[in-house]
């Protein structure tokens, strides 16, 4: 399957990822010893490509990618007596908790840099192998990406250079999935409580054989998780459509897992933000699959008569003014 973003090589299918996700980001018997840079305190010196670098696995320490980028600022008159940590967010291509500093091999990484212009941004993706993709961070790091509501302005990151196609790999009790996301455009998502609440729905019977409405989905990884669950039904909404394309894209790769196939696709449709909902995809096999791009509050046709109203705002935003709409579409709502 082709990148959307980049028609590049970025996607993999799920089955895929999870067979190397384990040794993805390990050392190899020959890799060079761990730097062991300090990440808050001033780096002297530049270094380039090959620096580090294993001459067996081809793989580089994460801090020492990270020390090239900052040589190439400092070059450019940027940074120059910063740290490590200042150059900026380093997310791994496919996100998965791993308890050591990953090793990182061609396209490993997306950067998400304060300090950065274009012209620098296209010469990191160039001199620097393990970089995918770089991304300007707009705005306060505690402002989300994507929408608030249909009423507000999207706020959203720059892509740079490169490719912000990424995954992220959520382990669950019930199984594992591969959600793949452009992170100049979705909300960049560091909890696991959410899946943690996933896990005790599932241990109470509640998803099995359900008609689940996502209405905040996003890339679909809570919506989705239902579906593998034993959901019978799900209907994935969101007000924001890069995240939806996602959400169709992450059906597309974890079909197998999921045990259903797309078989109906709107795939001409541009509009940006959602007022009264609009069906986008439709998916079927082992459970029934709807993805719709509107605003929860006009959702009732569609959804009606469903048994869990999942709702996952923003941090920012209170649920509560939300709440009277899922009450009318299904018997319970849960906030995550
Ligand atoms: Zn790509
Ligand atoms: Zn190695």
Same mark, same amino acid.
């Given at each position: 399957m082709k990148c959307p973003t980049c028609n590049g090589d970025c996607i993999l299918p799920a089955q895929k990822v999870l067979d190397d996700i384990l040794s993805m980001y390990m050392a190899c018997g020959l890799c060079p010893r761990d730097p062991m840079l300090v990440k808050n305190a001033p780096i002297p010196g530049k270094i380039d490509k090959n620096f580090g670098l294993c001459i067996n696995c081809k793989k580089r320490?994460?801090?020492?990618? +990270?020390?090239?980028?900052?040589?190439?600022?400092?070059?450019?008159? $940027?940074?120059? /007596?910063?740290?490590?940590? #200042?150059?900026?967010?380093?997310?791994?291509? $496919?996100g998965y908790q791993i308890p050591y500093p990953p090793r990182l091999n061609e @396209?490993?990484?997306?950067? +998400?840099?304060?300090?950065?212009? @274009?012209? &620098?941004?296209? #010469? &990191?993706?160039?001199?620097?192998?393990?970089? @995918?993709?770089?991304?300007?961070?707009?705005?306060?790091?505690?402002?989300?990406?994507? +929408?608030? /509501?249909?009423?507000?302005?999207?706020?959203? =990151?720059?892509?740079?250079?490169?490719? /912000?196609?990424?995954?992220?790999? +959520?382990?669950?009790? !019930?199984?594992?999935?591969?959600? =793949? @996301?452009?992170?100049?455009?979705?909300?960049i998502e560091f909890n696991n409580t959410k899946i943690t609440k996933m896990e005790e729905l599932y241990l109470k019977g509640e998803l099995e054989n359900a008609i689940v409405v996502d209405g905040f989905c996003g890339p679909g990884t809570l919506g989705l998780l239902c579906v593998i669950a034993g959901a019978k039904k799900v209907i994935l909404n969101d007000a924001w459509l890069p995240a939806l394309k996602n959400t169709i894209l992450n059906i597309k790769v974890n079909s197998s897992i999921l045990g259903i196939? &797309?078989? $109906? #696709?709107?795939?001409? =449709?541009?509009?940006? &933000?959602? /007022?009264?909902?609009?069906?986008?995809?439709?998916?079927?096999?082992?459970?029934?699959? !709807?993805?719709?791009?509107g605003d929860i509050r006009k959702l009732d046709t569609a959804a009606k008569g469903s048994d869990i109203c999942l709702i996952d705002t923003f941090p920012s935003v209170n649920p509560a003014r939300f709440m009277a709409a899922c009450k009318d579409i299904a018997g319970k709502i849960i906030i995550i």
């Amino acid at each position: 399957m082709k990148c959307p973003t980049c028609n590049g090589d970025c996607i993999l299918p799920a089955q895929k990822v999870l067979d190397d996700i384990l040794s993805m980001y390990m050392a190899c018997g020959l890799c060079p010893r761990d730097p062991m840079l300090v990440k808050n305190a001033p780096i002297p010196g530049k270094i380039d490509k090959n620096f580090g670098l294993c001459i067996n696995c081809k793989k580089r320490h994460l801090d020492i990618v +990270i020390w090239n980028v900052l040589s190439i600022l400092k070059e450019k008159g $940027f940074l120059q /007596d910063a740290a490590l940590r #200042e150059v900026g967010t380093p997310l791994i291509s $496919f996100g998965y908790q791993i308890p050591y500093p990953p090793r990182l091999n061609e @396209k490993n990484l997306v950067l +998400i840099m304060d300090s950065v212009t @274009k012209d &620098i941004a296209i #010469e &990191i993706v160039e001199k620097v192998p393990e970089v @995918k993709g770089v991304i300007k961070r707009k705005g306060l790091q505690s402002q989300s990406i994507g +929408i608030l /509501d249909t009423n507000s302005s999207p706020h959203t =990151y720059e892509l740079l250079s490169g490719c /912000d196609m990424r995954c992220d790999v +959520i382990s669950s009790l !019930f199984g594992e999935l591969c959600i =793949y @996301k452009n992170q100049s455009l979705i909300h960049i998502e560091f909890n696991n409580t959410k899946i943690t609440k996933m896990e005790e729905l599932y241990l109470k019977g509640e998803l099995e054989n359900a008609i689940v409405v996502d209405g905040f989905c996003g890339p679909g990884t809570l919506g989705l998780l239902c579906v593998i669950a034993g959901a019978k039904k799900v209907i994935l909404n969101d007000a924001w459509l890069p995240a939806l394309k996602n959400t169709i894209l992450n059906i597309k790769v974890n079909s197998s897992i999921l045990g259903i196939k &797309i078989n $109906f #696709e709107n795939a001409d =449709y541009d509009k940006l &933000i959602a /007022d009264e909902p609009v069906l986008l995809a439709r998916a079927q096999g082992k459970s029934e699959v !709807f993805v719709y791009h509107g605003d929860i509050r006009k959702l009732d046709t569609a959804a009606k008569g469903s048994d869990i109203c999942l709702i996952d705002t923003f941090p920012s935003v209170n649920p509560a003014r939300f709440m009277a709409a899922c009450k009318d579409i299904a018997g319970k709502i849960i906030i995550i």
